[in-house]
């Protein structure tokens, strides 16, 4: 354990998002999600959800504010305009922890076509459907480096 560290973020996750650049978007991926066959490296975080450790990762990154957008979901197939519970709360946590970002649905391969450029897949079991989400990283500003 570490000071101002999530309990969550284990050594990986942590190397992970500390070695991601502005620009770089991060998966987190439910428990059907196909993130060993997707290409980037995977992060392992077993026994954890989807929201858990979303939450660990944002208390931590921030969202880049030089994008349109910095976050997606990927939308329920056949009914686009539904919104899982999952994803609504991950549109709270967004607000929460990072500001007025929109949570954006996308398709379900173009949502795959996007985790293969990522730069790091989280594997969670998440066991609701649809609790995936993609997060791009922002810029840390020197006054935000140090706590006192």
Request: aromatic share 8%; net charge negative.
């Amino acid at each position: 354990m570490l000071k101002g560290i999530h309990p969550l973020l284990g050594p990986d996750l942590l190397h992970a998002i500390r070695t991601m650049g502005h620009g770089d978007e991060i998966v987190v991926g439910d428990a059907n999600f196909p993130a060993s066959s997707m290409g980037p490296k995977v992060v392992r975080a077993d026994g954890v959800d989807a929201l858990g450790i979303t939450e660990a990762i944002l208390a931590h990154m921030p969202l880049d504010t030089f994008a349109d957008e910095a976050a997606w979901r990927m939308e329920v197939v056949g009914d686009p305009a539904a919104e899982p519970e999952v994803c609504v709360q991950f549109q709270e946590l967004v607000h929460k922890l990072s500001g007025e970002f929109r949570v954006v649905p996308v398709e379900r391969f173009a949502f795959y076509e996007r985790a293969r450029k990522a730069a790091y897949i989280v594997a969670t079991t998440e066991f609701r459907l649809y609790g995936n989400i993609i997060l791009k990283k922002g810029v840390v500003h020197p006054e935000e480096l140090y706590r006192v």
